[in-house]
């Protein structure tokens, strides 16, 4: 039996709205849209509640914490299960926005990842569903505003690409693969290793003998590695200074940042930009700066008062 697609467009969810649109919603079983397509990119994650992802033709069961950045066009829905509320945040985005962050700012990632980020769905740790709702949060009140859709984009993008190059061991313990994938982000990059303490909440040395037996490498050695190919990524995609790249990545010494950065990718973080430059991102990709440099800041005050 043919089910009927629901179309929607741009104007019927941006509302007014010239680049985005953040919308909190509840629904359920009777009251899902059921089969639906539209000519914009939904990035949805769900808060509460379970049920069926049907996208592409293909089904997936999703639960708390479970994201999917939807195609344009693409026929989708997200069933909830009978008798449960789904409770939920999507931010519509005007498709030409997405493409023009693909071109201008994404251009120069690899291919593989850069298309991953379309028409994706994957599951989420707690902490990054909260970190999304604080961002969408902000996004809100930013009054429609480009430079804050992009600087919402790099910051996903950057998650669910560590999503797929920072997998980590199968066995390795739920406590400490929680606290590998939170200290990625930025904001706790930036305290590095007493917040990776305070988030495995267990003693050091435990730590340090679960570190060398799962991941095989001290938890600095864990967070100068994350902190290093952060600091990359934003040579590639922001006009950050390296200075501001050492302090946003935690390094509060530019030598010793310069000399790690060396010794990992055999050249200097200025040899490394002039390889890769994007001239597109003089205008675009620095749009985090502000946001980026002021958590890594706010991080390091808090540690000096405790």
Not at 25 to 48: N, P
Request: with cysteine.
């Amino acid at each position: 039996m043919n089910k009927l697609v629901t179309e929607f467009t741009t104007q019927s969810h941006l509302r007014g709205s010239k680049y985005f649109r953040v919308v909190h919603g509840k629904t359920d079983k009777a009251h899902s849209v059921g089969l639906h397509k539209h000519d914009f990119v939904e990035i949805l994650w769900v808060k509460s509640g379970s049920g069926l992802l049907l996208s592409g033709g293909k089904e997936r069961y999703f639960a708390k914490n479970f994201l999917y950045i939807s195609k344009p066009g693409e026929v989708h829905v997200l069933d909830p299960d009978k008798n449960i509320q789904m409770d939920f945040t999507y931010i519509a985005i005007d498709r030409q926005v997405m493409e023009r962050f693909k071109r201008d700012v994404l251009s120069e990632e690899e291919e593989f990842y850069r298309e991953k980020f379309f028409g994706i769905s994957l599951k989420l740790t707690p902490f990054e569903t909260s970190y999304l709702n604080k961002a969408a949060s902000e996004l809100a009140w930013q009054n429609d505003s480009l430079t804050a859709i992009y600087r919402f984009l790099l910051n996903l993008y950057w998650q669910v690409k560590n999503a797929f190059v920072s997998a980590l061991p199968g066995d390795t313990p739920d406590w400490l693969s929680d606290a590998c994938g939170r200290i990625r982000n930025p904001e706790n990059l930036a305290m590095g290793l007493p917040k990776f303490r305070e988030i495995c909440g267990r003693d050091m040395s435990y730590i340090n003998r679960a570190m060398r037996k799962y991941m095989n490498c001290t938890p600095t050695e864990f967070i100068n590695d994350a902190r290093l190919r952060y600091a990359k990524w934003l040579l590639e995609n922001s006009s950050f200074s390296t200075g501001e790249i050492s302090e946003t990545c935690g390094f509060s010494d530019l030598p010793y940042f310069c000399r790690k950065f060396r010794d990992k990718y055999e050249c200097t973080p200025s040899d490394f930009r002039k390889r890769v430059r994007n001239p597109a991102l003089d205008q675009h990709a620095g749009l985090s700066q502000h946001t980026a440099v002021a958590s890594a800041r706010r991080g390091q005050k808090i540690l000096k008062k405790q």
